[in-house]
């Protein structure tokens, strides 16, 4: 009985997760590189650029997307009161909205394949907010919103060809390519674990090729004030506080005795 | 070069954000006011969550405010004893205040009450002190420098506890300081500021007090509600970043130093005018903000 549970379990998982798309053509794979693969947030830390590395089957073209775990977002809406007056009116709600959202690939997305393969893969802002789902109207105002912090990128033919298959194997030939590309990762980008993911198309058809991670997480100083505002919140804001007035102080003591010299 | 804040979850240009302490520690010293309706607003638009926006610049106000506090403490130009009794208002008001916004929030329209009510009360107070201190610069007596009206007189001589305050050199009920202060804190409180911009004219026009007394007085109210509010805000809401706020403070308690001293040196009525400008500034902001159809109709959470 424990085994045929414990089987049932097993299929619920595979059932949920990725595998590629009806019709894949057996032992087709490929190779995903990200560098580096671990990031730390310490007090010099002004975002990060991840550089992918990626080798595709000969003739197919290639999207890497990078995200994080998608959760429920809730934003403020924004309307007209009393006809005249912008201000919030009300609050609008999406459905898994990853935080950081980049998509790098060889060629425009919509090349690729039709927007039903793409969205199975999430490869797309369509793909991402779906028509039907709630909030669908204010998609571009959120893409926009996100777009603008650097969070969300679709960076479409920024997945180059690299190295002598550039240059001597066309597409269609029987050598893999090999790509590459960057990702921009702006310092609002939150630490976690982020999966990176390399889609290859051909065809009308998508091939889930390789999966990476990248982790990204705080160091150093960063970590021990995180900890200190986090888990000690009034004796941190009590030194905080005790901090400016020294330093308030000691400026009107230095001004003092700086006018003072001058009479 | 760049820092990463802790707190905020972002990294900001240093020189940048030592020059904004320095603009809005200026603006301190020279008018008493706080400056969190100015940097706030400034820290929001450069990406810092406006929780945090908020209580850093309490955090950085606190040094700007000692800075300005021990000068003036110095110059024997802060009424302590008027102060306490306004910040034991300010504390009661916020109190208030906090609850009232909760009730308004309820009823569903309580942003757009805010915000109107705002606009409307930052162009009443900056007109009426441009207005006043041009006629006053123009060598005219001004209407709040004649006598108040026989009404007026007679309202407040007939309230109880008179006391005279030797600082300012007036005698008023302590009942005006405490309930003025009180109205202020829960203004304040629903605004989400500190609200020396408002404080500095009631202490001008309603509480008669010398131009001079009423800046120190301003900075040492201000100096203990930012610590009541710093303290409070890094206990219940985790937002106080201090590494943003130092930034601010080396700023910040330079350009007071500069404000006060710079302050000394104009006359009552080109201080008040530079104020009524300030404040006309921000309704005009806060008003085009409301006028302009925004780039995105969707904003995070948790701003104003």
Not at chain 1, 50 to 57: L, N
Not at chain 1, 81 to 103: R, S
Not at chain 2, 252 to 269: F, K, N, T, Y
């Amino acid at each position: 009985m424990r085994h045929v549970k414990l089987a049932a379990v097993a299929l619920a998982v595979f059932a949920i997760l990725p595998r590629p798309a009806a019709g894949q053509p057996a032992g087709v794979t490929g190779d995903l590189m990200v560098v580096p693969e671990r990031v730390e947030i310490d007090l010099a830390y002004n975002g990060a650029n991840i550089e992918v590395g990626a080798e595709v089957p000969a003739g197919y073209e290639a999207a890497v997307r990078l995200m994080s775990r998608p959760e429920r977002l809730e934003l403020k809406k924004l309307g007209k009161k009393a006809g005249l007056l912008w201000m919030g009116a009300g609050t609008v709600t999406f459905e898994n909205i990853p935080v950081v959202y980049q998509v790098l690939s060889t060629a425009p997305l919509a090349d690729l394949g039709p927007q039903a393969l793409r969205g199975q893969w999430m490869l797309g802002y369509e793909s991402l907010i779906p028509d039907q789902a709630p909030g669908a109207d204010l998609r571009g105002d959120l893409v926009g919103l996100k777009e603008h912090g650097g969070l969300f990128a679709l960076r479409e033919g920024a997945l180059v060809r690299r190295g002598k298959s550039a240059s001597l194997v066309a597409p269609g030939a029987d050598a893999p390519q090999r790509l590459r590309g960057t990702f921009r990762l702006p310092a609002s980008a939150p630490a976690g674990d982020y999966s990176v993911d390399l889609i290859g198309f051909k065809d009308q058809r998508a091939v889930h090729l390789a999966s990476a991670t990248l982790h990204i997480e705080h160091a150093g100083a960063v970590r021990i004030m995180r900890h200190l505002a986090l888990d000690h919140g009034t004796a941190y804001g009590g030194a905080a506080c005790l901090i400016a007035i020294i330093v308030g102080l000691l400026t009107g003591v230095l001004f003092r005795s700086r006018s003072n010299e001058g009479h | 070069m760049h820092l990463y804040l802790p707190i905020a979850g972002n990294s900001v240009n240093v020189f940048l954000m030592i020059g904004l302490g320095g603009l809005v520690g200026f603006l301190s010293g020279l008018f008493g006011v706080g400056g969190g309706f100015l940097m706030t607003p400034l820290l929001m638009m450069y990406g810092i969550p406006a929780t945090v926006a908020a209580a850093s610049d309490s955090n950085q106000i606190v040094a700007a405010s000692a800075s300005g506090c021990y000068t003036h403490f110095r110059a024997k130009t802060i009424d302590v004893r008027m102060g306490v009794l306004m910040l034991v208002g300010g504390i009661a008001g916020g109190t208030l205040g906090v609850q009232l916004i909760k009730i308004l929030r309820r009823l569903g329209e309580a942003d757009f009450a805010i915000t109107v009510v705002y606009v409307l009360m930052l162009g009443g107070i900056g007109s009426y002190m441009f207005f006043e201190s041009l006629i006053s610069l123009r060598g005219r007596p001004s209407k709040a420098a004649a006598p108040r009206s026989p009404m007026y007189r007679r309202m407040v001589g007939a309230l109880p506890f008179k006391v005279y305050f030797p600082r300012s050199k007036v005698t008023i009920t302590a009942l005006m300081p405490l309930l003025l202060g009180t109205l202020v804190g829960t203004l304040a409180a629903i605004m989400g500021v500190g609200g020396g911009f408002i404080m500095v004219p009631i202490m001008i026009y309603l509480l008669r007090m010398p131009m001079h007394v009423v800046v120190g007085t301003s900075l040492f109210q201000i100096l203990f509600t930012c610590i009541n509010v710093t303290v409070l805000q890094a206990h219940y809401n985790h937002s106080v970043d201090f590494v943003l706020a130092l930034l601010l403070l080396i700023g910040s308690v330079v350009g007071a130093q500069i404000g006060i001293r710079i302050g000394r040196r104009l006359r009552a009525d080109q201080l008040k005018i530079l104020m009524a400008v300030l404040v006309l500034a921000v309704m005009v902001k806060m008003l085009l903000g409301l006028l302009l159809r925004p780039e995105f109709l969707v904003a995070y959470k948790g701003g104003h």
